[in-house]
Every structure is written in C-alpha cells, then in structure tokens.
C-alpha cells in the first residue's frame, strides 16, 4: 500500500553543504592551544564525571518512563514483546468508564482495550440511564454468586444431568451456541445479554473455536465462557430440525402450560431456542408473552441466533416499562451493550491501536467505508465503485477531483484519511489512484487505507476473525461512516461508535442504485428477520407499524429496527 505523506521528500536544506569550505575550516591556520598536564587531567576528571551524571539520569528517565506508562495501561504485549501504546490526546471522553457503564477494578494490563477504547471514540451523546447502570451492577453480582465454577452452578448442572427440569432453582441460565460470522455472533450475544437482563437469568457462551481469543472476560471476578465439560455437547447439530428445540417441542406436544406460564407436565431439563434466519412458525411465538411467562420458568434455555433480535424483545408488553427505564433513548441498545460487552483481547488490540496511530491519527477527519457485496464473483465491480463515490461525493463524504493539474492548497488544508474495509482490495486501488492522480477539488488530502483484503469470508480462522474485529473497532472510530446494506460488519461499528451512517443500497441487477444512498434513522442494527405475527389475535401483523420506536429498516424493508421516537 502506497502512503501519500511518505511519498513526500524530506525537506532539504536552504543551502548546500559545501565540502570544500567545511575541509578549509577544518585545516584552520590558527595553532591549536596545548593544555598543560595538570590543567588536562582536572578536564579529564570533570568531563567523566558529568558523562556518569548524565548515564544514570537517563537511566532513571527511562524507567521511570516505563514504569509511569505500565501504571496508566499504555504497556501491552499485543505482538509478542513489550509495547508501548500511544493514546489519542483529542479523541471521546476521557472517562474510561462509559459514565459508570463499565464496572471498576478490572486488572488494567491483562485488558487493555476495556479502558482504552473510549479514548478513540468520538465523544457520545448518548448516556447510559441510571437504571441500565443499576441493573448491570445487579446482573454482575447475580453472574459472580451462579458463574462457572461455584457451588450454584454445579448443582445446577447435577439437575441438568438427571434429564429433568425444575421450577424451584436458584440460577436459570441462557446459554449462547456459537455460530454464523463475527458481526452476526456479535449482535446476538448483545440480543441473548438483554434477554438475560429482562429474565434474571445468566449468560454463558459457547467459545465456539476463537471467542476466548476474541474478547476479554466482560464480568467481574467471573467467566461468561461456558464450561469445556459442560454436559450438552451436541451444538453444531442444532437446527431447526431438534427435537428439544422450542417450536418441535410445542408441535409434538412434549410440553403444554396454563395462561399463568406454568406448565401442565413435567418441565424439561433444557429447552433450545432455535431463533436464526430460518426458524418456524412456532420457533417465532418465543416473542409472545404467554410463552415468556412459561420460559421464564425453564432452568436451561440454549439459544442459537444469526439476528438481532432486540426489536422484537420492545415489542412484548410484559418487557415494555422495563425497556422504557434501561433505554429511554430506545435507538442506543446496542451501542451501550456492544460497548459493556466487547472489549478486543491485548492481541487484537494490538492490531487495532498499531494500525491507527500509523494511518489514522495524525488526520484532520476521518472516514470509514465499509463495503459488502453480496454476489458470488469475487468483483470488483465497476457499478459498486461508481455507487461508492457516487454517494460519498453527493453527501460531501469525500471531494470531487479536479481536472487541473494542480490546486494551490493552503496552509490550513483539511487531511482526510480514509479508512476502507472490503474482502477485495480493488475498490481500495482504484479510489486511492484517483486521489493520488488527480488533485481534490477543495484542496483536501486524502489518503486512503485498508487494513486487509481476505478475499472471502473464512468464519472459521481465527486471524480471520481477528482482523474482522479490528476492522469493526477502526471502522467505529471514524468520524463518518459509510456502510453497506444488509452487512453485520458495519452494524457493529456504527453501533459501537454511535455513529448515524449512510448506508449503501443493495444493488440489482448488477446496477448502481439511484439514488445511491440514505442517511440511517439510528445507530441500531437491523433484526433481518422479524416475525410478523398477532400473539392475541393469532394472525398477521405488520410488527413495524406497531409502536413509534420500531421501525422498518432502510436497507431491508421486512426488517425491524429501533428508533429515538416518542
């Protein structure tokens, strides 16, 4: 990759040495002074003492330097070695708490993203309530007395072995199966935690082959990870097609309940919560309130989802004042549990901070591009290039070139660097040729970026992953983003940095769409794919024209999304 500002050539001096002149004032005329022995030896004696001085207060600089860095959380082994981490002086709040959001006492070093990362956001408008505040210190003590480990969970575990299930247990659990690429993992864990948060249940997750290497422990004095000898070890033959699955157990009448959610038969010891893309019918009525009345009660619920589910969650009225007290801006679920959730492991961490303060920091502005195609060629495609900049240029994202050869640019240009995330790397070449051939218009630079180009989506590599994270994290600490329709990827990074982006329409036909793109309604992902279904009527519904706060999407009109509306 090619970098405008090192292609500048160092700045040269006014005048050019001389070698004659400098080799005449080094053959002065001037006779040289000799120095009497014992005036040289009192020189000697003084110079080597000031040398010693000097050794060991820079000695001492250097590690007290070190040792002020490890104290504030800016030392890291992100590649191997010690590292020195250098923070953004100007960037989001200097509260590395999130306003109380993140809980204190966390050991700084072993995470350095927790507290880190609120130096590179942008400052947020949007606080957490007290009560969200509340209600996640009250959920990490429930975690630290039922997690991993204690007296709680294994007696639970023993009732999960016996094959029955019982209403009178202390810890009920929801427990994440791992599954589907990064972005959608991410959004429904956020969706399982706030399932959690509603239930009084606690959340463990499957680590699946790389979640452990992904993300820190969010809870305090507790693992979120779920027990390698947990007894259940079937996950990836769960479908739709499970016998324990929610909607098949209901079907083939396994289990019944009365209108107060308790059940006619024996509770079972697990139920699995089949709630991807392609769930059923009866999979769907997990949305009802008569059915989370009898769940609530189910010691074990396995969940497997590819969605953000939330939207749906505000739409059951058992749930509904609850919600209003966590989130009274309803369009900031994600962007205040993404943030609680998701710190970067020191490893990835490290791919992230390098990557920035070598491309992105020293810009007046920056701007993200995230791009999804969704065909089966590899592209690139010339109509997504032209959509690319036909929105970024119409939105005054980026500038237009100019068709002189060169514009004067002032003293004060604006540096725009242009942080591009893509699975092919041609999008990247051409956009950065355009700006290096032709100068901008306004007389802006621009430099443009991408981090990596993997070609496809490897969901099971675990430097995959790690580079996809990095990339959501980069992505969220820019100033303007752009993002393509249907993409999980950029739904975590407007979430994460609470940024409002325009979104790219879904081409068809292989054509750039006119227009090419539309301002978000709110930083919230999109649920893609909602069930539209009348739990008291029993029939159809049009579930996004319900409530004020949830909304169809822009990129996906059968999806649900939240918004800030009264």
Not at 52 to 72: H, K, P
Not at 85 to 109: I, V
Not at 431 to 449: C, F, L
Request: with cysteine; charged share 20%.
């Amino acid at each position: 990759m090619m970098d405008m500002k090192r292609m500048r050539r160092p700045q040269q001096p006014t005048v050019a040495p001389d070698p004659e002149r400098e080799g005449a004032l080094r053959a002065s005329p001037t006779p040289p002074r000799v120095l009497r022995p014992w005036t040289a030896f009192l020189l000697l004696a003084s110079l080597l003492v000031v040398g010693a001085v000097l050794s060991r207060a820079q000695r001492s600089l250097s590690i007290d330097s070190f040792r002020a860095a490890a104290r504030a959380g800016s030392v890291g082994a992100a590649s191997g070695g010690l590292e020195i981490e250098t923070l953004p002086s100007s960037r989001g709040p200097k509260d590395k708490l999130l306003h109380g959001l993140l809980a204190a006492g966390f050991d700084e070093q072993s995470c350095l993203s927790r507290y880190h990362s609120a130096l590179y956001w942008k400052e947020s408008p949007h606080l957490p309530s007290p009560y969200l505040l509340e209600k996640l210190r009250n959920y990490e003590a429930l975690h630290k007395k039922c997690g991993p480990n204690t007296e709680l969970y294994k007696k639970s575990v023993e009732q999960l072995k016996s094959g029955r299930g019982t209403q009178s247990t202390e810890c009920n659990y929801v427990v994440w199966v791992s599954y589907s690429g990064l972005g959608n993992r991410m959004l429904s864990i956020a969706s399982a935690f706030l399932y959690a948060l509603l239930t009084n249940k606690v959340l463990l997750i499957d680590r699946g082959s790389d979640m452990d290497d992904l993300f820190c422990e969010p809870f305090p004095e507790s693992s979120w990870l779920l027990p390698l000898d947990f007894p259940i070890t079937k996950f990836g033959t769960f479908d739709i097609k499970t016998p324990e699955s929610y909607g098949n157990m209901l079907k083939n009448k396994v289990i019944s309940y009365s209108v107060d959610g308790t059940s006619r038969r024996s509770l079972p010891a697990y139920i699995y919560l089949h709630l991807s893309h392609d769930y059923g019918d009866r999979d769907k009525i997990f949305f009802c309130e008569d059915d989370q009345k009898f769940l609530q009660n189910v010691p074990w619920l396995l969940l497997r989802s590819n969605n953000y589910f939330v939207p749906s969650l505000f739409l059951i009225p058992a749930y509904e004042e609850e919600l209003r007290q966590l989130f009274p801006e309803a369009d900031t679920v994600f962007h205040h549990l993404g943030r609680y959730l998701f710190h970067p492991t020191n490893t990835v961490w490290g791919l992230i901070t390098r990557y920035y303060q070598s491309y992105l920091a020293k810009a007046d502005e920056r701007v993200g591009i995230q791009i999804r195609v969704f065909e089966t060629d590899t592209g690139p495609f010339q109509y997504v290039l032209d959509q690319i900049l036909a929105c970024s240029q119409k939105e005054k994202v980026l500038p237009d070139v100019s068709d002189q050869e060169t514009v004067v640019s002032t003293p004060n240009v604006k540096s725009k660097a242009v942080l591009l995330t893509s699975l092919n790397n041609g999008y990247f070449e051409k956009i950065r040729n355009m700006y290096w051939e032709q100068p901008t218009a306004n007389g802006e630079i621009i430099s443009v970026h991408q981090p990596s180009h993997e070609g496809y989506q490897q969901t099971g590599k675990q430097m995959h992953n790690m580079k996809a994270l990095a990339e959501m994290y980069l992505l969220s600490f820019t100033d303007v983003l752009v993002t393509s329709a249907w993409s999980t990827f950029g739904y975590v990074a407007q979430g994460l940095g609470g940024l409002q982006p325009w979104i790219l329409y879904k081409p068809d036909n292989q054509t750039a769409p006119d227009p090419p793109c539309r301002r978000a309604m709110s930083i919230e992902p999109c649920f893609h794919a909602p069930p539209f279904y009348d739990c008291k009527a029993k029939k159809g519904i049009d579930t996004g024209a319900l409530v004020p706060h949830v909304r169809h999407c822009e990129d996906m009109s059968w999806g649900l999304k939240l918004v800030n509306q009264a």
